[in-house]
């Protein structure tokens, strides 16, 4: 939590990227239609056609909680954010490394502080995009993993425990579907060895019991009925081809290493963590008959990022990594879902090495302490040991990172979407414009953030919007109000009375031109009514 509140510095303050535009307007698109569906939260771009289906759990959650608490949208978002990155995500990595591994005080300790010392997780995806989907996505991840493999053991002993856990999978996964989908094909990836180590003993079984043939098939018309959807749902949930257009960033053997040392991105090593995981790696080779779907599905999750980060273009990587749009940054966000597994099972190993490693002489001290003392030195050493590792984990990586994201959610006169001066002049537009009237603004420059932050609508909420032809003239040609008077006529049938002009400088650097909203200082027909810096608030008193 204090990791993530360090980053954000301040409750109002918003990530001062591209992306943070669309996820912010949503959130205010959602409390104004009363819809959080995936299916409709595309209307916030385009208004008129068909509009395409769109993971909306992260904005519908956002969303529930402005109305529960009242708070603002930037506020509740970073609430939101650091209830998924510091409650969610370690639940969820304690969950998951007790299934995998064993239900002891050690491996719930090792798992809940580890998942705070990756950098990839929750840290990277706050400061690149910003991808909040995808973080909460990743951070139910765990949860739907874990029960995923309970179901499959549960199924595989037939144990009791198999119905209600293929319920509870059965309930997150299209919770996790609509948080995003490529979450699905981490599922389908990382849960592949376990469903191939319930074929086999069903295998096994049926071989040990002499079963007759058509029984014996069952296994292998399984494994047939697998890869075939397994194959169909990994080829389908994938974006479109060209937006895969992320490059590798790395060689083969740097992205085999970033992997394997329980790092990525380029970021220091997290040294503690690493070390875990390769003792880990070495724990389970060692006891590969109970450990080798642990292996494998690390070893996938590995291959996912070497390839991505690594390989160059061509189809097989575009259909290993081309639902993670080819992008690197995404795929590295899924290495600690499983690397923790792993280094908890290092740690639990090194903990049963200490606990069986007894001399006659502390046999011989150990009885003249009462149970009382042992139990509370016992406890004073489980906190000076809790403390040592989380402090250590909290080093290098974490901190480099958080510092990095930091930098995003900056408010100054230097921050790229909304300079401070803007900022302040979204609080003050509610003494100005009626809630009935709607504003023009290049989104580009941050304006259009008016409908979140100030909740006034705006002619484009989103930079990839596809506006009507009466949006499309007045942005051309309000400048011209005097002259045309088909300005005024399509002014007023959008009741677009007022301009925000946050100058030339775009979230992107780029150049987007938008004639009729520039150089409106002097003309005829606007009253500047407001203005914070060189941030202006213009109302076009001519077509009053």
């Not at 009363?34 to 385009?46: H, M």
């Not at 002489?361 to 406890?379: E, G, N, V, Y």
Request: proline share 6%; with cysteine; glycine share 8%.
């Amino acid at each position: 939590m204090f990791r993530m509140l360090s980053i954000f510095q301040s409750p109002e303050n918003i990530s001062q990227t591209f992306d943070n535009v669309f996820h912010l307007n949503a959130v205010r698109f959602i409390l104004d239609s009363g819809s959080a569906s995936s299916f409709t939260i595309g209307r916030l771009v385009d208004q008129v056609g068909q509009p395409g289906v769109y993971p909306a759990a992260w904005h519908a959650l956002v969303s529930l909680v402005v109305q529960l608490t009242g708070m603002p949208i930037p506020g509740t978002v970073n609430v939101s954010n650091a209830v998924i990155a510091a409650v969610i995500w370690p639940s969820g990595c304690v969950y998951l490394a007790t299934r995998l591994t064993r239900i002891t005080p050690l491996a719930i300790t090792i798992s809940a502080i580890s998942s705070a010392g990756f950098s990839q997780f929750p840290y990277l995806l706050v400061d690149f995009g910003v991808l909040y989907p995808l973080m909460l996505a990743t951070a139910g991840l765990p949860f739907v993993l874990g029960a995923l493999v309970a179901a499959l053991k549960a199924m595989g002993s037939r144990g009791g425990l198999a119905s209600s856990a293929v319920l509870v999978f059965a309930l997150g996964l299209p919770g996790l579907a609509f948080a995003h989908p490529s979450a699905l094909l981490a599922v389908l990836a990382l849960g592949t060895p376990w469903i191939l180590e319930l074929l086999w003993t069903m295998h096994s079984s049926l071989k040990a019991n002499r079963a007759r043939l058509p029984a014996r098939i069952l296994p292998l018309a399984g494994l047939l009925a697998f890869i075939i959807s397994a194959s169909t749902i990994w080829a389908l949930l994938r974006p479109d081809a060209a937006a895969a257009f992320w490059p590798p960033i790395q060689s083969l053997s740097q992205a085999f290493g970033e992997a394997v040392t329980a790092t990525a991105m380029g970021l220091p090593i997290p040294v503690v963590l690493a070390a875990l995981t390769i003792f880990g790696i070495y724990a389970a080779f060692a006891r590969s008959r109970e450990f080798w779907p642990l292996l494998l599905a690390f070893a996938i999750g590995s291959a996912l990022y070497v390839v991505v980060s690594g390989m160059w273009f061509g189809r097989f990587r575009t259909f290993v990594t081309g639902g993670w749009y080819n992008d690197s940054y995404r795929v590295a966000a899924l290495l600690p879902v499983i690397t923790i597994p792993v280094l908890v099972l290092g740690a639990v190993r090194i903990g049963d090495y200490f606990k069986n490693l007894h001399s006659p002489f502390d046999a011989k001290l150990l009885r003249h302490i009462t149970r009382a003392r042992q139990t509370k030195a016992f406890a004073a050493f489980l906190v000076v040991l809790t403390m040592a590792f989380a402090a250590a984990t909290q080093f290098q990586t974490v901190g480099t990172e958080t510092r990095n994201a930091a930098a995003s959610y900056q408010l100054n006169d230097a921050s790229k979407l909304l300079s401070k001066d803007e900022y302040a002049l979204l609080g003050a537009v509610d003494d100005y414009i009626p809630v009935n009237e709607t504003v023009i603004g290049n989104p580009w420059t941050g304006a259009s953030l008016v409908y979140a932050i100030s909740n006034r609508k705006t002619l484009e909420p989103h930079m990839f919007g596809k506006p009507t032809d009466d949006v499309l003239f007045v942005e051309r040609r309000l400048n011209q109000l005097g002259l045309d008077p088909r300005v005024c006529d399509a002014v007023r049938s959008l009741r677009s009375f007022w301009v925000l002009d946050f100058g030339s400088r775009e979230v992107h650097d780029g150049t987007h031109s938008y004639p009729g909203t520039s150089a409106l200082a002097g003309r005829p027909g606007f009253r500047l009514a407001e203005q914070r810096g060189t941030a202006k608030l213009y109302e076009v008193v001519g077509c009053r």
